[in-house]
C-alpha cells in the first residue's frame, strides 16, 4: 500500500507541477514604469536621504550663529594670606577672612563678520572682618558689553563661515546629484522598458519562424505521402524546425532577463509580488518621431542643464572655499577690542573697621549706602564707568602648518577645476555622440522595414514556386529565415531608435524637463501620471 502512494504520488507530482497556474500578468505602460522607479529605486532613494542630509548639515552650521548663555554661580569663604603690616587681619588673626555669594550671568553672540559681541552682568555679596574695609557687607556689580572684531585673520572668512558655505555648496551639489540620479534612473527603466518590448518581439518572431518551419514539415510530409518527394527531402525541414526551437528557448531566456532587470529598477522589495507577475509593456503605435537633432544648440545648453556639470562645478566651490579658508589662516591675528561696563557698589558700614590712622570712616555716602538695589542704582547712574579700546596682534612664527594647508587647499582647488573641465568635455562628447547614434538608429530604422517588406515579398513569391514544383524546401526555408533575420532587425532598430531618443535627451539635459518630472532639494521626484511617454 506505501508502494502505491509513493508511485501515485511521483505520478501525481509533476502534473500539479504543471497544471499550476500561470503568473499573473501586469500590463505596465512606460509612463507607470516611470513613476514607479521614481517612488521605490534604491539608488534614488539614497540620493534623496543625502540631500536631506545636507539640508539639516546647513541648519546645524547655521548653529554657529546661535547667541550662547553662560551663568554661574557660587559660594565662597576664604581666608587669604596676605604678607604686610597692613593686612587688615583683626586682633589676634594672621589674616582677614570673607565669604559671600557671587552669580555671573553673559551672552555671546558670533557676527556675520566674524567678530564676537559679548554681554556680561555680575552681581555679589561679600561678608569681611578686614578691619580696612569700609562696607561689610558690600554689593559689587557690573553691566558690560565687549566686542572683538577681527582686522587680518577671520575678517573674510572664519570657521563659523566657512561651514556655513560649504553646507550651502554641498546642499546645491546634493541637489544636482538627486537630479543626476533622477536622470539616470528614468533613462535606464526607459532603455530597459524598450529592451523588454524588443525582447518579446524577439520571440514573437522566433515562434513564427517554428510556426513556418512546421508548416513547412507538414507540407513537406503530405508531399512525401503523396509520393512526390522522397523521405530524404523530409530532413532538412525537421532540422530547421528543431534549430528554430532552440533560437525560440533562448530568446524566452533573454526576454526573462529582460523583464527582470526592469524589475530591478521598479522594485526596492525582493518580497515585492510583482518580481512573481509577468509584465506586458505597452507598445506605442508609431515609431518615435525623429527630426535631426541641433547640436550647436543642444550644445551650448547641455553644459548648463546637465546636473553632471553643476555637481562638478559645486565641487569647485567646495575646494575654493576651502582655499580661500586655508589662505585666511597664514595671516596674523589682529583684533579690535573695544569694552565699556558699569560697575556698582554699595553696602552696610562694616563694624570691625578699625583703621591704624585716623580717619572719617564713622558714616559712608549715602550714594553707596544699601543693598544690591543700591548697588544697581549706581551703575544706573554711571558712578564707576570703564571704558577701553585697543588692538590684540598675535604672529605665528613660522606658521609652517597653515602655509603646507594653503599650498595642498591650492592644488586641490586646480584639480577641482580640470575635473570641471573634464566634466564639460564629456557632456559635450556624449551630445555628439547621441547626436549621431539616434541620426544612425532613424537610418536603420528605415532601412530595416524596406528590407522586411522585400523579405515578406520573396517568401510569398518562394512559397508560390513551390507550390508550382519550381523550388524546393531548402530555399523556401532560407527565405523564411531571411524574413525573421528582417523582422529581428526592424525591432532591434525600432528598439535602438526608442533608446537613442532616450540618450539624445539626457545628454542634452532635457530628459526631466521632457518628461515634466521636477525635483527638488528634499523632495521625491515627482512624475505626473500620464505624462509624457
Avoid at 216 to 228: H, M, P
Avoid at 395 to 403: M, S
Wanted: proline letters at 6%; charged letters at 25%; aromatic letters at 4%.
Amino acid at each position: 500500500m506505501n508502494g502505491r502512494s509513493l508511485l501515485l504520488a511521483a505520478v501525481l507530482v509533476p502534473v500539479a507541477a504543471l497544471s499550476a497556474p500561470p503568473p499573473a500578468e501586469v500590463p505596465l505602460t512606460l509612463a507607470g514604469a516611470r513613476e514607479r522607479a521614481l517612488e521605490r529605486n534604491v539608488d534614488l532613494r539614497i540620493e534623496r536621504e543625502n540631500a536631506a542630509v545636507s539640508a539639516s548639515g546647513e541648519a546645524r552650521a547655521k548653529g554657529a550663529y546661535d547667541p550662547s548663555l553662560r551663568a554661574d554661580a557660587r559660594w565662597r569663604d576664604r581666608t587669604d594670606p596676605v604678607n604686610s603690616i597692613i593686612s587688615g587681619a583683626p586682633p589676634g588673626e594672621l589674616a582677614p577672612s570673607s565669604s559671600g555669594y557671587a552669580a555671573n550671568l553673559g551672552v555671546s553672540q558670533l557676527l556675520p563678520t566674524g567678530g564676537t559681541l559679548s554681554l556680561t552682568t555680575s552681581a555679589s555679596r561679600d561678608e569681611t572682618n578686614n578691619v580696612f574695609a569700609i562696607l561689610s557687607p558690600s554689593w559689587s556689580t557690573s553691566v558690560g558689553l565687549e566686542l572683538r572684531q577681527p582686522l587680518l585673520k577671520n575678517l573674510s572668512i572664519d570657521p563659523a563661515r566657512q561651514v556655513l558655505r560649504v553646507a550651502r555648496v554641498d546642499r546645491t551639489r546634493s541637489a544636482a546629484s538627486v537630479a543626476r540620479a533622477t536622470a539616470e534612473t528614468v533613462a535606464a527603466v526607459e532603455r530597459a522598458f524598450w529592451s523588454l518590448l524588443a525582447a518579446r518581439h524577439d520571440t514573437e518572431a522566433r515562434a513564427s519562424a517554428v510556426a513556418l518551419a512546421e508548416r513547412q514539415r507538414s507540407d513537406v510530409e503530405a508531399r512525401v505521402e503523396a509520393g512526390t518527394l522522397s523521405e530524404a527531402d523530409l530532413a532538412p525541414p525537421v532540422a530547421e524546425l528543431e534549430r528554430r526551437k532552440g533560437d525560440l528557448f533562448a530568446s524566452r531566456e533573454a526576454a526573462s532577463r529582460a523583464e527582470n532587470a526592469l524589475k530591478a529598477l521598479l522594485l526596492s522589495d525582493p518580497a515585492d509580488p510583482l518580481w512573481t507577475a509577468r509584465l506586458l509593456p505597452a507598445e506605442d503605435a508609431d515609431a518615435p518621431a525623429t527630426t535631426v537633432p541641433d547640436v550647436e544648440t543642444a550644445l551650448a545648453s547641455a553644459v548648463a542643464l546637465r546636473p553632471e556639470v553643476a555637481e562638478a562645478s559645486a565641487r569647485l566651490d567646495r575646494l575654493v572655499i576651502d582655499d580661500e579658508a586655508a589662505r585666511d589662516r597664514t595671516r596674523p591675528q589682529l583684533d579690535l577690542v573695544a569694552a565699556y561696563a558699569r560697575r556698582g557698589l554699595a553696602g552696610a558700614q562694616n563694624p570691625d573697621l578699625n583703621p591704624p590712622f585716623p580717619v572719617n570712616a564713622t558714616s559712608i555716602p549715602d550714594a553707596i549706602d544699601g543693598e544690591l538695589g543700591r548697588s544697581y542704582g549706581t551703575i544706573r547712574e554711571g558712578r564707576f564707568p570703564d571704558a577701553s579700546v585697543g588692538l590684540a596682534l598675535t604672529v605665528p612664527l613660522g606658521n609652517r602648518a597653515a602655509r603646507a594647508d594653503a599650498a595642498i587647499a591650492r592644488s586641490s582647488r586646480t584639480q577641482a577645476e580640470l575635473a570641471l573641465l573634464k566634466a564639460r568635455q564629456a557632456v559635450e562628447v556624449e551630445v555628439r555622440n547621441a547626436a549621431v547614434a539616434l541620426e544612425t538608429a532613424a537610418q536603420r530604422l528605415s532601412a530595416a522595414r524596406a528590407g522586411m517588406a522585400a523579405a515578406e515579398a520573396q517568401l510569398k513569391a518562394e512559397e508560390e514556386r513551390f507550390d508550382a514544383g519550381l523550388s524546393t524546401s531548402f530555399f523556401v526555408l532560407t527565405r523564411q529565415n531571411d524574413l525573421t533575420q528582417a523582422r529581428l532587425a526592424e525591432t532591434a532598430a525600432l528598439a535602438d531608435l526608442r533608446k537613442a531618443g532616450v540618450d539624445w535627451s539626457r545628454a542634452a539635459g532635457t530628459l526631466l524637463a521632457e518628461r515634466r518630472i521636477e525635483t527638488e532639494k528634499d523632495e521625491p521626484a515627482r512624475s505626473p501620471e500620464g505624462g509624457n511617454r
